[in-house]
Nanobody
Framework: QVQLVESGGGLVQPGGSLRLSCVASGFSFSRHRMYWIRQPPGKGLELVSSISTGSSTEYSESVKGRFAISRDNTKNTVYLQMNSLTPEDTALYYC????????RGQGTHVTVSS
């Protein structure tokens, strides 16, 4: 049974940083590309970033240069380091096995506000 458990969200001031984690189980983590997807309040899902099995990374234009995705296959964990946060980054953040977010965890809330 696939499980994805996100953590690390919270309230942060504009310009601050957060590191999200997602622990995966129930599948061969090292053989899957992993995704971070977010859903701002009242809006649809937005692909944020992805990382391949070989650790090649991709980012949406809105987060490029501020966010960094990484993975640790020994811990079945994918991370999202978020820097220079703005209120527009406020969202529920999910890790997922697919870019559409059809297989995703329960999410972790990130609120950027002064």
């Amino acid at each position: 049974q696939v499980q994805l458990v996100e953590s690390g969200g919270g309230l942060v001031q504009p310009g601050g940083s957060l590191r999200l984690s997602c622990v995966a189980s129930g599948f061969s983590f090292s053989r899957h590309r992993m995704y971070w997807i977010r859903q701002p309040p009242g809006k649809g899902l937005e692909l944020v970033s992805s990382i391949s099995t070989g650790s090649s990374t991709e980012y949406s234009e809105s987060v490029k240069g501020r966010f960094a995705i990484s993975r640790d296959n020994t811990k079945n964990t994918v991370y999202l380091q978020m820097n220079s946060l703005t209120p527009e980054d406020t969202a529920l953040y999910y890790c997922a096995l697919d870019s559409a977010g059809n297989m995703r965890g329960q999410g972790t809330h990130v609120t950027v506000s002064s």
